[in-house]
């Protein structure tokens, strides 16, 4: 091999391993609106070691978690407060805050951006509004004035920046806020190389006629007259219509990064939404969708940085119970559900089963051999959720399939029982896994005998 290629080849495999490593675009919000979370230092080495998740979002810009984040790998976007935005219209107040809450962590710690604000645009309050734009070239400029680059500087939005969302081609931005702020906003974006953030949410935009529309289950699709494209998922409709907006106003390059999307596990009596099996479902296809980089119909084969909300469930978020329940882990570290950003299955060192020991792998209780079964009181419909949630976690569901082994009797009840129980088994037969939004119970009588 003659040394041009010995090279060639040297620079192709670092070029892949480096795509293998770094392209994972799912991150978290990590809140701290509770009094039972663990330490910065502590979420910061669980997420480390225990998980694939390379990136965090936090609402302020705590010193303590930016500190707890050195020298792991793991990126770190901070926030502004939305208090803070009409004095960061000054260069002078731009600098003082870059010079305390950038400057001293930057080297050790990889803040790669710095939200200004959230959610500006649904605030009503003119001060904030007027003073976005300029408060952002600002903080863009005392980084720079600083010697700090590469860290890009944005602000989210929910999606009620847009006057009209359906169908997507059609989208576009609030009348008078199109060109008054969104025009130039999205000039110092494709400037500056940062990227437009939205926050999409299907979860509010549920109901019981669109649930598999709005949790990416099959449906028959939402027709857009215009461009002739069928969508089947309430998340992609949302993006193209953000992207349809920006396009309209000659800012259709301009990349976008997810800042917030989720799905709460729990919710008020009455609300059919909530369950650990929509959360599931839904941030699982979210994880998939970046491994696959399936884009949308507007924008194909494109990935984008998305981060969930949230790490935890906040026990003193104020409003109704979802908002306590959007978290992905809870506040000992075990998950509410699992969506594929485990390393593996165990328990994280230092985290507690319910029921069991502190740290390290729990044994199950010796009392004998139990199978996990649906509740007699679990409806139909909580039974195939439970189903399709399961059978989207990698446990076989051949079995239950026409023609499998299990198959017959043809019931849901009969296949929610054995794919419960496989669920169960293969998660160590612990307590945490037969809980099924209380829909299963423990029995000490195989099922296979009934």
């Known amino acids: 091999m003659t040394t041009k290629a010995h090279h060639l080849l040297l620079l192709l495999i670092s070029t892949v391993l480096h795509l293998s490593t770094s392209t994972f675009a799912i991150g978290v919000n990590y809140g701290t609106v509770g009094n039972d979370l663990p330490t910065p230092s502590q979420v910061a080495n669980f997420l480390k070691t225990q998980t ?31 208090g803070d935005i009409p004095a960061l219209a000054n260069l002078g107040n731009a600098r003082k805050w870059v010079a305390a809450n950038v400057s001293p962590f930057h080297l050790r710690t990889k803040i790669n951006r710095i939200c200004v604000g959230n959610e500006i645009m649904a605030s009503a309050n003119k001060a904030w509004i007027s003073n976005l734009v300029p408060a952002m070239w600002n903080v863009h400029n005392a980084l720079l004035l600083a010697g700090i680059r590469g860290i ?10 847009l006057s009209i969302s359906e169908p997507p081609s059609a989208a576009q931005f609030r009348r008078g806020y199109d060109r008054a702020i969104f025009a130039p906003m999205l000039k110092f974006l494709r400037q500056t190389r940062s990227p437009f953030m939205v926050n999409p949410y299907p979860y509010f935009g549920y109901s019981p ?39 309209k106003l000659g800012y259709g390059d301009v990349d976008i990064v997810v800042g917030e999307t989720g799905w709460p596990s729990l919710c008020d009596p009455g609300q059919p ?55 992905l882990f809870r506040p000992d570290f075990t998950p509410v559900y699992h969506v594929g950003i485990m390393r593996n299955r165990q328990l994280p060192a230092g985290g507690r089963r319910r029921g069991g020991r502190v740290g390290g792998r729990v044994a199950p209780r ?45 019931s849901v009840w009969s296949h929610a029982s054995f794919v419960m129980n496989s669920f169960y088994q293969t998660h160590g037969a612990r307590d945490f896994a037969c809980d099924f939004s209380q829909t299963g119970v423990l029995t000490h009588v195989d099922p296979s005998k009934l």
């Open 52 to 82: 694939i998740i390379n990136s965090i979002k936090i609402f302020d810009s705590n010193h303590d978690i930016i500190r707890s984040f050195a020298n792991t790998g793991i990126s770190v976007t901070i926030t502004i407060g939305n």
């Open 152 to 161: 890009q500087v944005t602000t989210p939005h929910s999606l009620g920046i």
């Open 209 to 247: 006629q669109m649930a598999n529309y709005a949790l990416f289950r099959h449906n028959k699709g939402v027709h857009d007259r215009f461009t002739g494209i069928t969508y089947h998922n309430m998340y992609d409709a949302m993006l193209d219509a953000v992207h349809s907006a920006m396009k």
């Open 273 to 327: 939404a909530c369950s650990a099996q929509n959360a599931a479902w839904f941030n699982g296809n979210l994880v998939r969708r970046d491994q696959q980089r399936r884009g949308t119909p507007l924008m194909p084969n494109r990935r984008f940085e998305t981060y969930i909300f949230s790490l935890f469930n906040e026990n003193l978020k104020p409003g109704p119970i979802a908002e306590r329940n959007f978290g």
């Open 366 to 410: 010796p009392i004998g051999k139990r199978w996990c079964v649906p509740k007699a009181s679990a409806s139909v419909q909580a039974l195939q959720a439970n189903i399709d949630y399961v059978c989207s976690q990698g446990v076989d569901c051949r079995p239950i399939q026409a023609g499998g082994v299990c198959f017959d009797p043809n």
